[in-house]
């Protein structure tokens, strides 16, 4: 019985995955974002954040030990909100885009902040 039980079971890693630093691409410029992958473990919510590639991302999706997010992360366009003539906002800026990114993604990767100190990261 306990045999049938344990050959069910998945072995998953508690290896600190490798952080990364993106490269966003020319297309990446033309699409105005990137998508960026975190990842923290989720026994503890002040633990290092890791900026992690795709691949890596979908590896550990199902791992119970590790919390990850995808994130959309503005890298052209206005830095500060822009109004038409009638003070409609037609584009919040890159500034306002990225924090709200943030925010998003913090409910689950705690103190994703603190790994992106620099809100234009990538910015042209």
Request: glycine share 4%.
């Amino acid at each position: 019985m306990y045999n049938d039980l344990i050959s069910e079971k998945t072995n998953y890693s508690l290896d600190f995955p490798k952080t990364i630093v993106p490269t966003p691409s020319d297309t990446d410029y033309e699409n105005g974002f990137i998508e960026r992958y975190f990842t923290q473990k989720v026994n503890d919510k002040n633990s290092y954040v890791f900026e992690i590639d795709k691949e890596v991302y979908f590896n550990l999706f199902e791992n119970p030990y590790w919390a990850v997010e995808i994130m959309k992360w503005r890298i052209t366009g206005p830095i500060s909100p822009v109004y038409n003539i009638d003070g409609i906002l037609t584009d919040k800026g890159v500034i306002e885009s990225n924090n709200a990114s943030i925010s998003i993604i913090s409910e689950k990767i705690k103190n994703v902040k603190l790994y992106l100190p620099n809100i234009l990261q990538f910015h042209k």
